[in-house]
């Protein structure tokens, strides 16, 4: 992962703040502090023979070979750092990325094959290399020692359909699950369901060798079993808790008959469920978070300090519709500018998280994503307001089907859309975010960062 320089952050906006460098310095600082290489070499080390995990030691020479199985927005870094921890040893893997990472490839060894699936939604290049991975992990022993190297987009992009399910009928189900306002952990208990590599599946698929799962998470509070839909941890959620949220969710009527019929079975008994708490495939599995939202909220207020902001981190678990959100935190910033509460000029307030986006069914909609339209939410209120400034970004540096992280918005951009004839109200009805702030020159574009760790809003008076 090359990392993120400021001038990839600035805006129209920004550039026209004294400010606006130190902030987009803050902001670049925050993403670079989850890099995953970095995250893989604080917690994954050699002492001779030894591998060191968190002061736990694997000896290698049990092992005849190490495998290396990657999948989700950051795996090539975790690939590329790992392999080059085992550059003595006879390593072999597989790795799954995310489409439109164009990085060079040559530091991968060439016995690690690369693949590139699509994402949010799965694709046939995805379920080629899960099939692959599959196939690898069905040849393998005890004197096998198997790495997961697991990321956030990993449920879309490591894809395998249970039997009788084809990856179209998955697809659209995700297409459904992801316009319908669920959570992750929502749209991932329904997704465990539906495969035959999540919920603890592929650790099934992983057994008897030992394992090792290095996570970076991407979900609220970092329940380790909905990262990437669990493939390597016990899963307890059930067929009748899938059933439950299509139910919830009103979808009975859109999704594909053969799905809807698969999770029925799986009620009724007559497919397996996936593995639970207690299943020996998991006694040999060693799990270890090493990155998420957190750790990237706090970089970003010891940084903000560093610079002479008073510094607050409100929460890492904000959830709820994206411009409801945003309109509560652009709230929160006119009190912190007008009052100095809770924090005095010159601030920085940090928040984390992840908001949805609900979409209307039947109704054309145009571009954006959850912080994009959070921004939108936060711009009237912000109207008017001196010297502050509201970012929302995606730490994977893609919001929605965009090429844009997040926006900007200060108390500039409501005078500035309507003064180029762009209404507010409109763009929010019809969730075209995008094409309101590429007006205004305020979208964030950072590039793939390649990692994941949710998103961040950063709340700044100056």
């Known amino acids: 992962m090359k990392l993120i320089q400021a001038q990839q952050l600035m805006t129209s906006s920004l550039r026209s703040l004294p400010q606006g460098g130190r902030i987009a310095e803050i902001l670049a600082h925050s993403v670079n502090s989850v890099n995953p290489a970095h995250c893989i070499r604080e917690h994954l080390k050699r002492a001779g023979c030894e591998l060191v995990i968190n002061g736990d030691k694997i000896s290698l020479d049990r092992y005849r070979r190490v495998l290396l199985i ?19 040893k006879p390593i072999q893997g597989i790795t799954i990325i995310k489409k439109g990472i164009h990085e060079e490839l040559s530091e991968v060894p060439q016995n690690i094959r690369i693949y590139k699936g699509g994402h949010p939604l799965p694709d046939r290049d995805g379920l080629e290399g899960t099939q692959e991975i599959i196939d690898l992990l069905s040849s393998i022993t005890e004197k096998d020692l198997v790495l997961f190297l697991i990321s956030g987009g990993g449920s879309a992009l490591l894809t395998a359909p249970a039997e009788g399910l084809s990856l179209e009928e998955v697809s659209r189900l995700n297409e459904l699950l992801l316009r319908c306002g669920a959570s992750i952990n929502e749209i991932n208990t329904i997704r465990k369901h539906i495969s035959r590599v999540k919920g603890g599946r592929l650790a099934a698929q992983a057994f008897p060798a030992p394992t090792i799962s290095l996570i970076l998470s991407d979900v609220i509070r970092d329940p380790l079993d909905m990262i990437a839909s669990g493939p390597t941890l016990p899963d307890p959620t059930t067929f009748e808790d899938a059933l439950s949220l299509i139910s919830k969710y009103h979808l009975e009527e859109d999704i594909p008959s053969a799905v809807l019929a698969h999770l029925k079975n799986g009620e009724l008994g007559k497919v397996p469920e996936t593995p639970k708490p207690g299943d020996p495939v998991f006694k040999q599995g060693y799990v ?43 709230a929160v910033l006119r009190q912190m500018a007008t009052t100095g509460d809770p924090l005095p000029r010159p601030a920085c307030l940090v928040a984390g998280g992840e908001a949805t986006v609900v979409l209307e069914k039947g109704r054309q909609t145009g571009r954006g994503g959850r912080n994009q339209e959070l921004a939108l939410g936060a711009t009237k209120v912000l109207d008017n307001l001196s010297d502050a400034v509201l970012l929302a970004l995606a730490t994977d540096g893609n919001d929605g089907p965009t090429d844009a992280a997040g926006a900007v918005v200060t108390g500039e951009t409501h005078q500035r859309a309507s003064s180029q004839g762009l209404s507010l109200q409109a763009h929010l009805e019809e969730h075209n975010a995008y094409a309101y702030f590429d007006a205004l020159g305020d979208l964030l574009k950072p590039g793939l960062t390649q990692t994941n760790v949710n998103d961040l809003i950063y709340l700044f008076t100056l």
């Open 70 to 88: 990657g999948f989700g927005k950051a795996s090539l870094p975790m690939t590329r750092a790992a392999a080059n921890i085992f550059s003595d």
């Open 288 to 330: 270890k978070l090493i990155g998420n939202n957190y750790q990237s909220a706090a970089s970003a207020v010891e940084k903000a300090a560093s610079e002479g902001f008073h510094t607050l981190h409100l929460t890492s678990c904000y959830q709820g519709e994206a411009r409801e959100i945003g309109h509560f935190l652009g």
